[in-house]
């Protein structure tokens, strides 16, 4: 976590943006284009997205250069003792949240856990915003890597439980961002 805050200190920047709503999109469309999607609650699960990525919009939080695939094994300690992060796929302009989001369900971390990860990453305990903040791109972060397991599986790729780990986390944060926010459940997205 000190090597990201450091690397979101740093002002690299890039053109572009890594825009969640925008990848959600894009692998539904895929999705859709090549079979169904599996899930009985999707219509449900897709407007308590919409609902979270509105109040994330409105909060307009800061942009920094993110990785947005900061698993351990995209860190890289040399013998020297330097620590490199490797995979630039996903990276672009966005929360820097976003990526301690993407790290925690990455790592299969409870809400918890994350909430230890984010309190490393600022190096002070987390205020109710970066609480809602985090677990919002939780549920994000797990909405959009279930939709691209699914489009994997459709194309004859298996991803054992994962996709319906990933399903859970968007459920689960979109449940626990009530909690940690003043959003009304009633809410209509449409």
């Not at 890289?76 to 995979?87: P, S």
């Not at 985090?134 to 994962?162: C, D, H, P, Q, R």
Request: with cysteine; charged share 25%; glycine share 4%.
């Amino acid at each position: 976590m000190t090597l990201l805050r450091k690397f979101h200190q740093s002002g690299l920047q890039v053109d572009h943006p890594f825009d969640i709503q925008e990848r959600i999109l894009f692998y539904e469309g895929l999705c859709l284009a090549h079979g169904p999607i599996p899930f009985e609650d999707y219509k449900e699960v897709r407007k308590w997205m919409l609902q979270l990525m509105e109040h994330l919009r409105q909060r307009r939080r800061p942009k920094v250069l993110c990785h947005v695939d900061a698993v351990a094994d995209n860190f890289l300690i040399l013998t020297d003792g330097t620590i490199k992060l490797i995979d630039w796929e996903y990276s672009g302009m966005a929360d820097p949240l976003l990526d301690v989001a993407m790290c925690s369900i990455y790592s299969y971390y409870d809400f918890e856990h994350a909430i230890q990860i984010l309190t490393l990453y600022l190096e002070r305990e987390p205020d109710e915003e970066e609480l809602f903040v985090l677990t919002a791109y939780m549920a994000l972060s797990g909405f959009l890597w279930s939709l691209w397991a699914v489009y994997k599986s459709n194309l004859g790729e298996e991803f054992g439980e994962y996709t319906i780990i990933m399903y859970r986390y968007a459920k689960n944060g979109y449940r626990r961002s009530l909690l940690t926010s003043s959003i009304p459940e009633s809410v209509s997205c449409e």
